[in-house]
């Protein structure tokens, strides 16, 4: 109960208590709903939940937690207008003696984000091992997002302004660019084209 009481305690001296309590539910709801959760629930449903609350954490940290607690954010930019696909924003933008960062909000923000890929990843060596090819399932997905969330985050962290959204020399795995819908108007005017040709 001390140990409770004096977490409590330590968000209380948060710069932001409430978003920083939802960040840690955020990453802290799914784990534990992956180990109790089929007491009470079947696969299918535990495996919705799950992939819905992951899906929420993902974008509630890489846009509003973030932003708050380190003051940090990156997107993936789908115009490809610059020398990298991926954009970072970061305190280091902006002048010295601003908004300071609170170092409780730091520490708890970088810690949750690398252990839960981590204790993900020690989920999945689990299922490997009792051959739960269901769950292995589910546990990729949550490495997916948990991980490449923090890999933003620790991209963006090392970035430094005036490279143009390029992470420091690093590659990232870049998504692919499907031109918008040029292709698909593309598609219907072949499609168009054969349809008057097997008409006449």
């Given at each position: 109960?001390?140990?409770?009481?004096?977490f409590?305690?330590?968000?209380?001296?948060?710069?932001?208590?409430?978003?920083l309590?939802?960040?840690?539910?955020?990453?802290?709801?799914p784990?534990?709903?992956?180990?109790?959760?089929?007491?009470?629930?079947?696969?299918?449903?535990?495996?919705?939940?799950?992939?819905?609350?992951?899906?929420?954490?993902?974008?509630?940290?890489?846009?509003?937690?973030?932003?708050?607690?380190?003051?940090?954010?990156w997107?993936?930019?789908?115009?490809v207008?610059r020398?990298?696909?991926?954009?970072?924003?970061s305190?280091?933008?902006?002048?010295?003696?601003?908004?300071?960062?609170?170092?409780?909000?730091s520490?708890?923000?970088?810690?949750?984000?690398?252990?839960?890929?981590?204790v993900?990843l020690?989920?999945?060596?689990?299922c490997?091992?009792?051959?739960?090819?269901?769950?292995?399932?589910?546990?990729?997905?949550?490495?997916?997002l948990t991980?490449w969330?923090?890999?933003?985050?620790?991209?963006?962290?090392?970035?430094?302004?005036?490279?143009d959204?390029?992470?420091?020399?690093?590659?990232?795995?870049?998504?692919?660019?499907?031109?918008?819908?040029?292709?698909i108007s593309?598609?219907a005017?072949?499609?168009?084209?054969?349809?008057?040709?097997t008409s006449?």
């Amino acid at each position: 109960m001390d140990h409770v009481r004096g977490f409590y305690n330590t968000i209380l001296k948060s710069s932001h208590p409430i978003t920083l309590s939802l960040h840690m539910a955020g990453k802290a709801f799914p784990l534990v709903f992956y180990i109790l959760g089929d007491w009470f629930t079947g696969f299918t449903a535990q495996f919705i939940v799950i992939v819905l609350v992951l899906s929420f954490d993902f974008y509630f940290t890489k846009n509003i937690s973030g932003r708050k607690l380190v003051q940090l954010r990156w997107w993936y930019d789908s115009t490809v207008t610059r020398t990298s696909t991926f954009v970072f924003e970061s305190y280091k933008q902006y002048p010295a003696g601003g908004h300071v960062i609170n170092p409780i909000d730091s520490k708890l923000f970088w810690w949750s984000m690398y252990l839960t890929p981590a204790v993900w990843l020690v989920f999945g060596v689990l299922c490997l091992l009792r051959l739960k090819l269901f769950y292995l399932l589910l546990v990729a997905v949550a490495c997916s997002l948990t991980g490449w969330n923090t890999y933003g985050f620790r991209c963006c962290d090392k970035w430094e302004p005036g490279n143009d959204g390029v992470n420091g020399g690093e590659t990232w795995f870049q998504l692919p660019n499907f031109g918008g819908l040029e292709n698909i108007s593309r598609l219907a005017n072949i499609q168009s084209f054969f349809q008057r040709g097997t008409s006449t």
